[in-house]
């Protein structure tokens, strides 16, 4: 199994909401990740979690708060967003977080209105 | 700080060759790496070339490497429709552990 697998797929918010985006992977991986990706523009790292534990933050704004409650699961928690923070987020994984070989789920596409 | 860099566009005919170029400014590079992106998709990961290696061969991808120049490319062989997407090259270093971009080449292979 070399799947990372993001619910939902597609989510339209408010901007008054909170929700929440789910990443699953099963490889055994210790690193994960959290990207954004505006509309033909690469991916940005926003976030990695090593271990459980959160080892990079790229200044990423408070509304956006992410959490690993165990070595599978990795959750973006996202609360009063703009319609610019509308995109596609991606989670990935990797054995360590030197990233050798990064798996990608499908993503994410986030419209906020 | 890191730039990767790549040509926005390229068009080949099917059956021809292609090949995505990719320059990169950080010499503490150790992996770099391909990855593909069909539309609406993630990414999926092609094939990834350590900096110490000049070439890689994967099936119809060839991967080649100047260090020196800071020069990546991406063969791919007898190219179909079904390769048509955008292709990133990416970079981690020693210190970063993450990955870095680039900016994406749109691939669109013609019948």
């Known amino acids: 199994d070399t799947e990372v697998t993001q619910t939902p797929k597609h989510l339209v918010m408010g901007m008054t909401n909170k929700k929440s985006l789910k990443c699953e992977q099963h490889?055994?991986?210790?690193?994960m990740y959290w990207y954004k990706q505006k509309a033909k523009k690469p991916p940005e790292l926003m976030f990695v979690?090593?271990?459980?534990?959160?080892?990079i933050n790229e200044s990423v704004p408070s509304r956006f708060s992410p959490e690993c409650p165990n070595s599978s699961l990795l959750n973006l928690h996202l609360h009063a967003l703009q319609p610019e923070d509308s995109a596609l987020y991606l989670c990935?994984?990797?054995?360590?977080?030197?990233?050798?070989?990064?798996?990608f789920g499908q993503g994410t596409r986030l419209t906020v209105v | 700080g890191e730039d990767v860099e790549q040509s926005l566009f390229l068009s080949v005919r099917e059956g021809d060759s292609s090949v995505i170029n990719c320059t990169y400014t950080?010499?503490?590079?150790?992996?770099l790496y391909w990855y593909k992106q069909e539309p609406g998709a993630g990414l999926q990961l092609l094939t990834y070339i350590f900096s110490n290696m000049d070439m890689k061969q994967d099936q119809r991808l060839t991967v080649l490497l100047n260090k020196k120049d800071k020069h990546l490319s991406l063969r791919i062989a007898d190219t179909q429709t079904g390769d048509s997407a955008i292709y990133f090259c990416?970079?981690?270093?020693?210190?970063?552990?993450?990955?870095?971009f680039g900016s994406g080449t749109r691939l669109q292979v013609q019948p």
């Open positions: 990416a970079e981690t270093d020693t210190g970063r552990r993450a990955l870095t």
């Open positions: 490889m055994g991986h210790r690193a």
């Open positions: 950080d010499s503490s590079s150790t992996y």
């Open positions: 979690y090593s271990y459980e534990k959160l080892s």
């Open positions: 990935a994984s990797s054995q360590e977080m030197r990233n050798t070989e990064a798996f």
